[in-house]
């Protein structure tokens, strides 16, 4: 089984400082991971993704997240967040064998002016 | 560009009535799922179709709630009879491979 723990449940931070919401989890077996973005009232998109390869994988937002396997950690970054940022971050797992995902609870960022 | 598609995306009842949700996934997806997302909390599993057949429904209260995917396309989450609880908001996803795409999602609301 897996299990995903986002450490911060809210995230308050002003328009272009940097930003970090933070990933870890627990399983038993190599696994897929993922950052949604869910906005108001809509499902929830895929942000970036990582699979094997490089550890750091960017999106075309300017998001990043970096997979450190000895930390079992996922934590997703951005240099500078915009207003349009504000959202509903959720990291998520599956292994490779079904693909079935397990979500964190969430964190909701909100980008001040 | 192909999405999922839900109704109604948004469902107020009462209690001990049924209610009954639709999705749509994006075509040639064989794989379907719905998802449960209580407010405050990341979405849960309740069921997960291959084509028509059911792969795991191990998280969906049978005793009030079924879901079908009869032709392998479209699918219906029945809930009957709703309790105050199963208010959150009902998500479907389809996927090919790793990546799921979801729906809007409907908001139910029991009274």
């Known amino acids: 089984a897996q299990s995903v723990t986002q450490l911060d449940s809210q995230v308050p931070v002003f328009e272009e400082a940097p930003v970090e919401l933070r990933c870890n989890y627990s399983s038993s077996v190599s696994v897929y991971l993922f950052w949604y973005v869910q906005y108001p009232n809509q499902g929830l998109q895929l942000l970036l993704k990582?699979?094997?390869?490089?550890?750091l994988v960017e999106s075309i937002n300017g998001f990043e997240a970096e997979f450190n396997k000895s930390q079992t950690s996922f934590h997703l970054r951005k240099p500078s967040v915009h207003i349009s940022d504000t959202a509903e971050y959720f990291c998520a797992v599956s292994p490779p064998s079904n693909y079935k995902l397990t979500f964190g609870k969430g964190t909701l960022l909100t980008v001040n002016p | 560009e192909a999405e999922v598609a839900q109704s109604p995306r948004y469902k107020i009842t009462e209690k001990s009535q049924a209610v009954a949700f639709w999705c749509d996934p994006i075509s040639g997806h064989a794989t379907l799922y719905w998802y449960r997302q209580i407010l405050g909390q990341g979405p849960e599993l309740l069921v997960q179709f291959q084509d028509e057949s059911v792969v795991d429904d191990s998280q969906l209260p049978k005793d009030r709630f079924s879901a079908e995917r009869l032709k392998g396309v479209d699918s219906t989450l029945k809930i009957q009879p709703a309790e105050l609880g199963d208010s959150a908001m009902y998500l479907c996803?389809?996927?090919?491979?790793?990546?799921?795409?979801f729906g809007p999602g409907t908001r139910l609301t029991v009274l």
């Open positions: 996803a389809s996927s090919l491979d790793y990546e799921q795409f």
């Open positions: 990582y699979l094997s390869g490089s550890t």
